[in-house]
């Protein structure tokens, strides 16, 4: 209660124009009281018009009034002092350097909260409020504060603008009606905002609509992001069970195979062993007789001899052939030869196989949102079709002209060109001799690695920043082996899609689209640039490899 108590206090006793406690207070005839060098200062400035008003009602004096101490309200000032009434908190709001500040305010000015349009002057709080009970000041039109208000004062007449020349559009005065601009179309300033805030609606309405079919194009793009990675997703899913069970096929295919092998390894194994085994059993057999043969022949005794010689002569006949063929070491090789024919087969399979898969997932169609007024075929965009033909004094010295100005080709090897300020020195580029605006096509058949681009002719042709795409001023497609990067401001943004030899582009100048188009049997968008074109634009190719070449088709 006591802090609002203060408050109070504050406010009775605070002069209205510094805001802080009377300091040799005074009071003027209609009552109010200020501080003595407050209101001097104030009645300072009004001396030229020997007219001194009251700065909270209006009231005017003439001639001025003499001020005198108020020794009552001083008295009572020091006692409230003592009694704990404070100065006025530091914590004002003070006016910054962006805020519109008090006219009134002496001292530290005050941020302005309101600007009177008939006044043309600002006010803070204190200093607005005779605007409120005032009779005539309730009459004056309020705005937010404004810095702008001497706009509203005719820098001739030195009158409110309260006027509208239709004729040279323009906000003046009544005597400008009457003197430079009698005879023109001239209405009040407040018919003719009338009139403008009915076109300002219909265009805000227009906007509106704007923002809202806007908005669903971001919600059907989303829902459509949503459903290629669901797609994506679902398809490299299902790819990989695919994948995994062809392996699992080989994999058992490769088992089976090791099977067999072992098998007719153990059989083939089992039967040589077997063999082996016969004949050593042979030739133990083989060696028994030897012996016995030899003990015969060194027998002394004849009829010993003659007796055993008809037993031990004759040899038991051999299960087996005198020798053994073996085979040249072949073996399983036929197998490996056959496993490695299926090999090359599966290769052969999958490479012809790819050349199928991969276009689909490059041709996969994603939704594009198209501008309005874009045409949505190639007989749409050969309406606007346009010869382009190139200019020899801005080609870099490495490439030539060739079929009228409108095929460029990168020969590696410098030209005889005469020297030029357009001809570009850092990077092997060349502009068209057409400048372009309003809605333009052409289509250019690319050989190599190159790129096509647009650019405003101020571009530089020395620097290293001069590259197409790596600067404000230009915009490129790259067209390169394997598909297309697009570059502006160096930023780069890759496009995925099937090279063509062929590309079509639009530009609607006005509307601010750039399209690339890549053309076959059918017009495939490749990158749309929406932004404001703030000058002719040139047509640009780029060459980074010899015996790459760009040829504008003419149009049928």
Not at 75 to 84: N, S
Not at 182 to 191: L, R, W, Y
Not at 295 to 323: C, G, K, R, W
Request: glycine share 4%.
């Amino acid at each position: 209660m006591a802090q609002q108590g203060n408050q109070l206090d504050r406010e009775k006793f605070s002069c209205s124009i510094c805001l802080d406690l009377l300091k040799n207070p005074v009071t003027i005839p209609c009552g109010h009281s200020y501080c003595m060098n407050c209101i001097n200062t104030h009645w300072d400035r009004e001396d030229q018009k020997r007219i001194y008003s009251c700065p909270q009602c209006r009231k005017t004096y003439t001639p001025r009034p003499v001020l005198e101490k108020n020794i009552m309200f001083a008295d009572l000032l020091e006692d409230l002092k003592k009694t704990g009434l404070q100065a006025a908190p530091a914590d004002h709001c003070y006016a910054g350097p962006e805020d519109v500040v008090c006219d009134f305010c002496s001292g530290r000015k005050l941020k302005a909260i309101k600007s009177c349009l008939f006044c043309l002057a600002s006010y803070c709080k204190k200093h607005l409020q005779p605007h409120y009970y005032v009779a005539p000041l309730k009459k004056h039109k309020l705005v937010e504060p404004s810095k702008n208000l001497q706009e509203n004062i005719c820098s001739r007449h030195d009158e409110v603008k309260k006027m509208f020349c239709r004729t040279d559009q323009k906000c003046i005065c009544y005597l400008c009606s009457m003197d430079e601009h009698k005879g023109h179309d001239t209405v009040s300033a407040a018919a003719e905002r009338t009139e403008r805030q009915r076109e300002l609606e219909v265009s805000r309405q227009q906007n509106q609509q704007r923002i809202q079919d806007r908005e669903k194009d971001v919600k059907l793009l989303q829902q459509e992001v949503e459903a290629i990675n669901r797609s994506a997703d679902k398809t490299v899913e299902d790819s990989e069970k695919i994948f995994t069970e062809l392996r699992r096929v080989i994999q058992k295919r490769s088992c089976d195979v090791k099977q067999q092998i072992r098998s007719q390894q153990e059989t083939a194994v089992s039967g040589v062993k077997e063999l082996q085994e016969k004949l050593e059993q042979e030739i133990t057999e083989l060696k028994r007789k030897d012996i016995e043969l030899k003990q015969l022949s060194h027998t002394e005794d004849h009829i010993q001899f003659l007796h055993n010689y008809p037993s031990l002569s004759a040899l038991s006949e051999s299960t087996h052939s005198s020798s053994i063929n073996i085979c040249p070491l072949r073996y399983f090789e036929d197998v490996t030869a056959a496993v490695s024919e299926l090999r090359d087969k599966l290769q052969d399979i999958l490479t012809d196989r790819w050349t199928n898969i991969s276009p689909t997932v490059t041709d996969v169609d994603v939704l594009l949102p198209q501008p309005e007024g874009e045409p949505r075929s190639r007989a749409g965009f050969l309406k606007y079709s346009c010869e382009i033909t190139l200019d020899p004094n801005t080609a870099h010295t490495q490439l030539l002209l060739s079929e009228g100005n409108r095929k460029v080709t990168d020969l590696d090897q410098h030209q005889s060109y005469s020297r030029h300020p357009d001809r570009f020195c850092g990077w092997r580029q060349v502009l068209s001799r057409e400048s372009l605006t309003g809605r333009c096509y052409w289509e250019v058949e690319i050989k190599g690695h190159l790129c096509v681009a647009v650019a405003y002719k101020s571009i530089s042709r020395k620097e290293k920043i001069c590259e197409f795409g790596h600067n404000d001023k230009s915009w490129a497609l790259c067209c390169l082996q394997n598909g297309y990067r697009f570059y502006y401001k160096r930023k780069e943004t890759s496009i995925p899609l099937r090279r063509y030899s062929r590309v079509g582009v639009y530009l609607d100048h006005t509307a601010g689209i750039l399209s690339f188009y890549s053309v076959s049997e059918t017009m495939t968008l490749l990158h749309r640039v929406q932004t404001t074109f703030t000058q002719p634009l040139h047509v640009g190719v780029g060459t980074w490899s010899s015996q790459s070449s760009a040829d504008f088709i003419k149009m049928k």
